[in-house]
């Protein structure tokens, strides 16, 4: 029997989980695990997500693990701890859609409505931590903050209710899950899905024109940031962090 060492996480980037795997010979083994473990902690954060596992098998390779255990079907091996290592921190930042999906998944929306929703989000959790929720920048248009990557996934929708993410499943609470693992993920995973969280509770009743009138008053980011019709500009984090105040409940 061969005894292998896993450490097993997951790779949003690549949908799948992801493992190394130690075969263990001898003592030695044990120093090499500490230091990999040491340096996957250190480099992606001491919140990571990651387990360990030790399982005999009858050889070396990775289908007698997944022989000896099916919970290690479909794993995909990664061949460096550097390598398993880039994947993860890929996946320890957050993208606006990332934070779209986990609205979609507990409020029906329209494109409009889920755009002001998403940049509500940011600007929340900016003011509350001084740190950025998501890694996309946020554009200033015609009707409201926009952030790009979101409105491309979903302009297609026009005024339409968005019911992409969940296809063929009746349950929004099914749909929830991929999503909340998704952002619980994340670097500040769970201080970000309670921000998220907060901030739904507040605006999520509300309409697409209840929210663009909201980010259109006066004085807010947005108001400081539109330059037209025919220029896009970025709204400046120092901006959110000043005039989101006039902007909330």
């Known amino acids: 029997m061969v005894t292998h060492f896993i450490f097993l996480s997951s790779s949003y980037s690549l949908g799948t989980r992801i493992a190394l795997d130690y075969i263990v010979t001898d003592d030695n083994v044990q120093e090499k695990l500490k230091e990999h473990l040491d340096k996957i902690v250190k480099e992606c954060g001491k919140d990571v997500s990651i387990s360990t596992h030790m399982i005999q098998s009858d050889d070396t390779t990775w289908k007698s693990v997944c022989v000896a255990d099916h919970f290690f079907k479909d794993v995909k091996v990664i061949d460096s701890v550097d390598k398993f290592i880039k994947l993860i921190k890929r996946d320890r930042k957050l993208e606006g859609i990332d934070v779209a999906k986990y609205i979609l998944s ?143 409940l």
């Open 106 to 248: 507990k409020i029906p929306c329209t494109q409009l409505k889920l755009q002001k929703l998403v940049y509500l989000c940011f600007a929340d959790y900016l003011c509350d931590t001084e740190k950025e929720l998501f890694t996309d920048k946020i554009y200033a248009f015609k009707y409201g903050p926009v952030v790009d990557t979101v409105y491309k996934r979903y302009k297609r929708y026009g005024y339409k209710p968005i019911d992409e993410e969940k296809k063929d499943i009746d349950s929004r609470n099914i749909a929830e899950m991929p999503a909340k693992s998704r952002i619980l993920f994340a670097e500040d995973g769970t201080e970000k899905l309670l921000s998220i969280e907060k901030t739904l509770k507040k605006y999520g009743g509300l309409s697409a024109a209840d929210l663009v009138d909201l980010t259109h008053r006066d004085n807010t980011p947005w108001s400081k940031s539109f330059k037209g019709l025919k220029l896009y500009s970025t709204m400046k984090l120092d901006i959110i962090k000043e005039y989101h105040q006039y902007e909330v």
